[in-house]
């Protein structure tokens, strides 16, 4: 019996559509030989046969006999295809009133927006469901204006710029079914223009191959990273294991450059161009797997319609994005080899700098690797030309911060701290200026304050002890820092969400001033800050809970304590902003609207 079995990336950062596993899962591959790690400097290929050639290798050096190492079958239940869906729109256009005091979405550096499910403009509240319909609330009326079913998969997110929404999402597209267990399909990243300056109207749509692994914006430009595997197949069947690699050693040298290179697809109106990354667009590092290709695609949302996105590619996965309006990092931490290679610890994460001009395609500009991995992409920050960076190694079961240089095309290590929370890991990292703050936990909190104002010579100034974790470090004024995490008792275990305020003004003495425990619950918050809402002119801060709990917590962050604000019991809350002088609650059924100084429920807007 032959099966055939269709390579798929599988998903890991945003929160969209993803691979899964199928009712019945092949054997598992064998422990290959690991890929040497790559000396990181990033090299243009100069034709398209140097490019084959040099994939074909690199792919063959991570080939085992079940195929690549992220090989994985799918679920016989494919999302929707973005193709098959229809772009009905409904609804009347909104008020043109000006816009009041709003709230942005939480991010980690101004000036670079980041994909969220809910944005708004002060004027307007644009949201998009889990079933993929674009939502449009006016503010001062309170109601929906308009709605437009996009057939992204679930778990899109979006951007937003004057009378645009740019939508990212998933198409997902059946490719063949084999047997009754099994289906296999390939997975491609989108993006859908929308018009919303009356009802929401489809402008462009963009098809492209594989994950989202996140996107920046910096004015009206957006820049979104994906990240592609090679359309290989590989023959499944009865056999010894030196049989089948050679079967697939076959496959790859027949396969051509097209395999590799990811493909693209825009429609706008009736009209639809489709091409593929020019093979002198792709880059990659001195040694690499073959085996993923990321790309960053440029879009301008005041440009009249979508492009081909400009795509900008290296051979090399990831994971992470980090990105500052000049700036955009891309992190992989490798661990696949983990997962596949039965490697106890992952070589180093690999970096990769594009410099971003104010309009146009990115620019490789340096790369380099940093021991352990990182926990999100607080672990990095770029401050006064210096790269800092927060990883734990699994192995030592410890952590560091390291301190990088850009000379040349590499990212050189200046400095660096080791050591930190033997035993543990890194739960939480925020770096503000030339200082920096660490959380490790494993039975107790280390909360660590950073002096690195001498890049070459940074230091651990302070720690504070204390139980429990914080999960996500938010500054709420000059030298104070809300975490949100969980309590734990003294053996580590978690106890319920823990909301703590710190006073970092004594570099040696981090204080915690305050904390509010909510027993039995978390908040996804935790893992997600767009899910925080900090709102400075009133002191108030709002977590989403579940649990024990539902709906969120809002406290007023004051004079050194955390009193509660009011009652936001109910509905599974999702997103709180403030437009105006109204709290609005975004919840998977409809928006609560309450008045800010009370909290007390003034409208209902269901979706």
């Not at 590989?234 to 056999?239: K, S």
């Not at 294991?241 to 496959?251: A, D, F, H, S, Y």
């Not at 990811?262 to 073959?290: H, I, Q, Y």
């Not at 002096?451 to 004024?477: C, F, M, W």
Request: proline share 6%.
């Amino acid at each position: 019996m032959r099966r055939r079995l269709w390579l798929c990336v599988v998903f890991s950062v945003l929160p969209l559509a993803g691979c899964t596993s199928a009712v019945e899962k092949p054997a598992p591959p064998p422990v290959a030989k690991p890929v040497p790690a790559a000396p990181f400097k990033l090299v243009a290929f100069d034709s398209c046969d140097r490019l084959l050639k040099e994939l074909r290798a690199a792919t063959l050096r991570g080939l085992t006999p079940y195929g690549l190492h992220n090989a994985v079958p799918e679920a016989a239940n494919a999302a929707r295809d973005m193709t098959g869906a229809g772009d009905m729109a409904a609804g009347v256009a909104g008020s043109p009133v000006e816009a009041q005091k709003y709230s942005g979405t939480n991010v980690h550096e101004q000036g670079a927006d980041e994909p969220d499910i809910v944005k708004t403009d002060g004027r307007r509240i644009v949201t998009i469901d889990a079933g993929g319909t674009l939502h449009v609330i006016d503010a001062a009326s309170r109601r929906e204006t308009g709605r437009l079913a996009l057939g992204v998969a679930g778990g899109a997110q979006l951007l937003l710029a004057g009378d645009r929404a740019l939508v990212l999402g998933y198409n997902a597209k059946t490719m063949e079914r084999i047997a009754p267990k099994y289906q296999y399909r390939t997975i491609g990243a989108g993006a859908v223009l929308v018009d919303l300056s009356g009802p929401p109207t489809i402008i462009s749509r963009f098809r492209g191959e594989g994950r989202m692994v996140d996107a920046r914006q910096t004015g009206s430009v957006a820049r979104i990273v994906l990240s592609s595997a090679p359309k290989l197949e590989f023959p499944y069947a009865e056999g010894n294991e030196k049989t089948l690699l050679e079967r697939n050693k076959q496959v790859v040298n027949r396969a051509k450059v097209d395999a590799w290179l990811p493909s693209w697809e825009v429609t706008t109106g009736g009209s639809t161009t489709e091409g593929k990354v020019d093979c002198g667009a792709v880059s990659r590092p001195d040694s690499f797997t073959g085996a993923a290709m990321l790309t960053v695609l440029t879009f301008d949302l005041a440009a009249p319609a979508l492009t081909d996105g400009s795509p900008v590619s290296v051979v090399a996965d990831g994971d992470i994005v980090y990105g500052t309006p000049t700036s955009l990092y891309i992190a992989n931490d490798q661990r696949w080899r983990i997962e596949s290679f039965g490697e106890k610890n992952a070589p180093d994460t690999e970096i990769f700098k594009f410099a971003l001009p104010a309009a146009g395609k990115p620019t490789f500009e340096a790369s380099g690797a940093v021991p352990g991995r990182l926990l999100n992409q607080y672990s990095l920050s770029e401050w006064d030309g210096h790269l800092r960076v927060a990883t734990t190694d699994l192995a030592e079961r410890s952590s560091a911060v390291r301190v990088f240089a850009q000379r040349g095309g590499k990212l050189d290590e200046v400095g660096k701290i080791e050591g930190l929370g033997k035993g543990e890991r890194i739960y939480s990292v925020r770096f503000i200026g030339d200082r920096g703050y660490v959380v490790t936990f494993r039975q107790t909190d280390p909360l660590y304050s950073l002096d690195l104002s001498n890049p070459a010579r940074p230091a651990v100034t302070g720690e504070l002890k204390i139980t429990g974790y914080s999960a996500h470090l938010q500054p709420v004024g000059e030298n104070l820092l809300v975490g949100v995490g969980q309590e734990a008792s003294a053996q580590g275990v978690r106890e319920g969400l823990l909301i703590s305020l710190f006073d970092v003004t004594d570099p040696a003495d981090p204080r915690r001033l305050a904390q509010h425990v909510v027993a039995d619950t978390s908040s996804e918050a935790e893992f997600d800050p767009h899910a925080l809402l900090w709102w400075p002119e009133t002191q108030l801060l709002v977590v989403p809970v579940s649990g024990n709990t539902n709906g969120a917590v809002a406290v007023h962050v004051r004079n050194g304590t955390i009193q509660p604000a009011g009652n936001l019991a109910g509905a599974t809350i999702r997103r709180s902003l403030v437009i105006g002088d109204q709290l609005w609650t975004l919840a998977d059924d409809g928006l609560g609207v309450a008045d800010l100084s009370t909290l007390d429920r003034v409208g209902w807007v269901s979706l």
